[in-house]
């Protein structure tokens, strides 16, 4: 078979089959509801469901929801030797779904669609088999990695997890493996890097866009994490 993507619509009447390809399946807009041997629920943007070849899968969705949908004659090693069917997937390749979407449903151009395919093959062998989280910790991961340049109290994040402060900051830890404050340095100095190595912002504009407003703190902070100072990183 040829490796393909395309922009897909179910209904709501629920079907089954099986293929003799991988087929991964990943929302735009709306969910997906998947039942395979090993997991039953749902699949929701910022997420990707994996159906290995010769799986028998049964599946719903509403007609208006959107997906981006990969049959796949193989699959990069750490989805092959995985066990995780629904995983979360990263801010780049979530990005690059939009795109695949634009280009599919605006221009017909095979070598393109290679290359665009080869892309999200790339993209997906960088994917960090992050178990599917909780929709309120995954509500607040997304505002998180949305506004990394923003003050981000605990309150105001629990808040969008609707649960008590001291419920969000030990379920947040039991679905992510660190703590809240842990997890948003993370993302942030992560940031910063790749800003330092694909740009040419001052260290001042990168430490403000990666939420802090004091340049010595951004350092030492930075230093701590990578055991380089942001000049020295550069060098």
């Not at 179910?10 to 807009?29: A, C, E, F, I, T």
């Not at 949908?69 to 979530?94: G, Q, W, Y």
């Not at 993370?186 to 890097?193: I, W």
């Amino acid at each position: 078979m040829q490796n393909s993507l395309s922009i897909r619509s179910y209904s709501r009447m629920r079907k089954g089959h099986k293929h003799d390809y991988h087929q991964l399946v990943l929302p735009l807009r709306g969910v997906i509801n998947i039942e395979l041997e090993a997991y039953s629920g749902k699949v929701a943007p910022g997420e990707c469901v994996v159906i290995k070849q010769t799986q028998y899968h049964h599946f719903t969705a509403n007609q208006e929801a959107r997906f981006v949908v990969a049959d796949m004659a193989i699959l990069p090693e750490n989805l092959l030797h995985s066990d995780s069917v629904v995983f979360s997937i990263t801010p780049p390749l979530n990005a690059y779904l939009s795109f695949i979407e634009k280009q599919l449903e605006n221009q017909a151009n095979s070598t393109l669609e290679h290359a665009m395919f080869q892309t999200f093959f790339l993209l997906l062998a960088e994917q960090a088999q992050t178990k599917q989280l909780d929709h309120r910790i995954r509500a607040v991961v997304a505002h998180i990695l949305d506004n990394l340049a923003e003050n981000l109290p605990i309150k105001l994040l629990a808040t969008i997890a609707c649960l008590s402060q001291t419920q969000f900051k030990k379920c947040f830890t039991e679905q992510l493996g660190l703590s809240v404050s842990k997890y948003i340095t993370q993302q942030r100095l992560e940031k910063a890097k790749a800003l330092l190595i694909n740009t040419d912002y001052p260290i001042q504009i990168i430490a403000e866009q990666v939420g802090y407003h004091d340049v010595s703190a951004f350092s030492r902070r930075f230093s701590s994490y990578f055991g380089l100072s942001p000049r020295a990183f550069l060098q």
